[in-house]
């Protein structure tokens, strides 16, 4: 559902490229050009340890003229402790320092600004690239979790005409270590007691502020590997607590079933009819609601994990007594207790006819899904009030 950092070419490469994304209506030309228009001129983000192979890690320090248990020790500073510092590694020698940083840690993400929100217990951050483009990340603790919302790529391309996000088309792919940093650094707050409630444990990760996950597959899996790996190969967060979110890029979904990886798939559903979700989500033209939902069972069969459909409640356009049958209806089609609804009151955007749902019909809409005997939370708003709630994670007119 993206075009990605490379070329207007890739648009020609086959859906479920790992490498190039993919793009909404393809080759049909019946979608407007999401690329920004300066994004040829950018460059890759510097390799980072993270970016790295094992190999490539240790054939580095080779040349750094090291040995290669030196490796190790990075890898327990970066992923054990969350220090990408190489000054402060006593362990580490004095006169190879500066290399090291520069070789493997390059600064990648730079903290612009930081709401805090919740009696400081959200906090939205805006971030700098290297190439001067913006994302941003959430943290949320709860009593008893602390989770992540990270950004895949720079902007999105998919278009969904109620997300701010979507307003801003996509720029770029993000690099594995570029979503890895958004991870360190809230881990670390979180390690240091920096987020109210004291010392804790980042538990949870999710896939949901810019970009469509599965448009950057290949960075996104290299992450979640690292995300889910023990110390000192990952975070060591499980990847039962990871959810990847997707608007239903089919191929992507396939891809990742046959992962084996225990993660969350979370489906952006949004309307119960084709009809609705040709607008809604124009994803929809080029995977039609009936092929994801296949699809999202299918991941279900095989992960044994009930998939979360997400499902952003808009005043008198989805949130009628008819869609809630029709969506359960569709749901109940594949079986029992397979998902989990998450209707999402809407942060309505500035400017925007898309606006929440009345109270009474957000109710009523989960009432029907809970007599329908499906699975159904409304969802947490939390962060709201600073834009960091679903859909609303854009770095508002500042990407180039
Ligand atoms: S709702 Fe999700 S997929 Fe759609 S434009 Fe926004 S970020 Fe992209």
């Avoid at 190790?72 to 500073?77: E, F, P, S």
């Avoid at 000054?87 to 930081?114: C, G, H, M, W, Y």
Wanted: aromatic share 6%; glycine share 8%.
């Amino acid at each position: 559902m993206n075009v990605t950092a490379n070329s207007v070419y890739d648009r020609q490469k086959p859906i479920g490229n790992g490498e190039s994304g993919v793009t909404p209506g393809g080759n049909s030309g019946s979608f407007r050009d999401v690329l920004s228009k300066n994004h040829a001129r950018r460059g890759k983000p510097p390799v980072h340890f993270a970016d790295m192979t094992p190999e490539e890690r240790v054939e580095t320090t080779k040349q750094l003229g090291m040995p290669k248990f030196r490796v190790q020790q990075l890898a327990n500073h970066y992923f054990g402790h969350f220090s990408n510092d190489v000054s402060s590694f006593t362990d580490f020698p004095a006169d190879k320092r500066d290399e090291a940083q520069r070789e493997f840690f390059p600064n990648l993400i730079t903290e612009v600004t930081s709401q805090v929100a919740d009696e400081g217990t959200t906090i939205k951050t805006l971030w700098e690239l290297f190439d001067g483009t913006h994302i941003e990340s959430v943290l949320m603790r709860y009593p008893n979790r602390a989770t992540l919302c990270i950004s895949s790529q720079v902007g999105c391309g998919m278009g969904c005409p109620f997300c701010a996000t979507g307003q801003l088309g996509l720029t770029r792919n993000l690099s594995t270590a570029e979503i890895l940093e958004q991870v360190r650094v809230a881990a670390k707050a979180m390690a240091e007691g920096r987020v109210a409630g004291g010392p804790g444990r980042l538990s949870n990760v999710v896939f949901m502020g810019e970009g469509e996950p599965m448009g950057n597959y290949k960075s996104v899996l290299a992450a979640v590997r690292q995300i889910s790996a023990m110390p000192p190969n990952g975070f060591g967060i499980s990847a039962r607590n990871i959810t990847v979110s997707t608007v239903g890029v089919v191929p992507g979904i396939k891809k990742l079933t046959n992962e084996g990886i225990p993660l969350r798939l979370a489906l952006s559903l949004h309307a119960p009819n084709d009809t609705l979700r040709d607008e809604l989500v124009p994803m929809n033209r080029r995977f039609n609601s009936a092929a994801v939902l296949d699809a999202a069972h299918e991941y279900y069969l095989a992960s044994h994990r009930r998939v979360s459909i997400e499902y952003a409640l808009m005043r008198g356009i989805n949130d009628q007594a008819e869609h809630a049958h029709q969506l359960a209806r569709r749901l109940n089609h594949y079986g029992d207790d397979w998902v989990h609804v998450n209707p999402i009151p809407l942060n309505p955007i500035e400017g925007s006819k898309w606006t929440a749902s009345k109270p009474e019909d957000e109710r009523q809409f989960l009432e029907i899904l809970h007599q329908s005997g499906i699975t159904a939370t409304l969802r947490d708003t939390r962060g709201s009030d600073i834009d960091g709630a679903c859909g609303q994670l854009a770095a508002k007119n500042i990407n180039a």
